[in-house]
């Protein structure tokens, strides 16, 4: 399939996007979600990972939530089979990769790496950052998350420590995965969206390492044998491969895309929860 290439006005609308999408994500963030802790009968999904966990692409706002929390709180309040309170919950940062995910990294993320926004150059020259690990789960608003959703890896093709080896994706990923089951929790785990438009030209080999890393990210499932991880959605797979999901960088999924993106980790999602919620049940038997 040959993807047409964005026009001005495409390509000046995804630049505007951009932008309002930084301006947002670092001077409002998530302090609408900085929600009280978890309890018998209200729990929190967290998202981490790069910048398709961050909703990159999405429509934005500085009063909602985006990317799939947007889309899985909406589609939750609706599905029968959840009974209790659920809130959602976004720490994806945009440039970061799985080396900078990892538990055991010592340094700060470097956020002028996040596209080379503006923003994201501001960002890491005013605030000096603690690793993205402890950052996030050191939050007292995240770390008692129970189910985590991990989409992380695509931004390794180009700022990761071994861009080109994603032996090294699968084995941070796998790192990532056996620490939040060590802290008890559900693990989703999706791969990566493929940049298809790269397909058969020049800079195929790109396409060819990620969809690489996607077979070994679906390969940590089955050679951990946990059954509370669970591929959440294969994003690499040919029914993503449509040009109207993704924006005009033909990386980032758009409104459209993230919709089916949360469609599709439903499945697993609904089954994680219900988990969950047994043990709530079954506490309050007791």
């Known amino acids: 399939m040959e993807w047409a290439p964005p026009g001005f006005c495409d390509a000046l609308w995804h630049f505007c996007k951009v932008q309002w999408f930084f301006f947002v994500s670092y001077f409002f963030g998530n ?29 934005v706002t500085c009063l909602a939530p985006y990317g799939i929390t947007r889309h899985l709180a909406v589609m939750v309040s609706k599905e029968h089979t959840v009974r209790q309170s659920w809130v959602f919950m976004n720490a994806g940062v945009c440039g970061s990769t799985s080396d900078d995910w990892h538990p055991d990294c010592k340094s700060s993320y470097d956020t002028s790496r996040s596209n080379g926004r503006f923003l994201g ?37 180009k700022y990761g420590v071994e861009a080109k080896n ?18 008890g929790k559900e693990v989703i785990l999706c791969t990566l969206p493929l940049r298809w438009r790269l397909q058969d030209t020049k800079k195929n080999e790109v396409f060819v390492k990620d969809k690489e890393r996607n077979e070994l990210l679906a390969g940590v499932i089955v050679s951990m044998k946990d059954p509370h991880l669970n591929l959440g959605c294969d994003l690499g797979s040919p029914e993503f491969c449509r040009q109207q999901l993704y924006t005009a960088d033909a990386v980032h999924f758009c409104s459209e895309g993230y919709r089916k993106f949360a469609s599709s980790i439903f499945t697993s999602l609904v089954p994680a929860m219900v988990r969950v919620e047994a043990k709530t049940w079954k506490q309050f038997i007791k």
């Open 31 to 59: 302090w609408w979600t900085k929600v009280k802790q978890t309890s018998k009968f209200y729990h929190k999904v967290l998202v981490i990972g790069d910048s398709v966990a961050a909703g990159f692409g999405d429509y």
């Open 121 to 157: 150059v501001l960002d890491g020259l005013l605030f000096r950052r603690r690793p993205l690990w402890r950052e996030t789960f050191d939050d007292p608003s995240y770390n008692d998350a129970e189910i985590v959703i991990v989409c992380v890896g695509l931004e390794d093709s």
């Open 166 to 183: 994603p032996i090294r994706t699968r084995d941070n990923v796998r790192v990532i995965c056996n620490e939040l089951r060590a802290r």
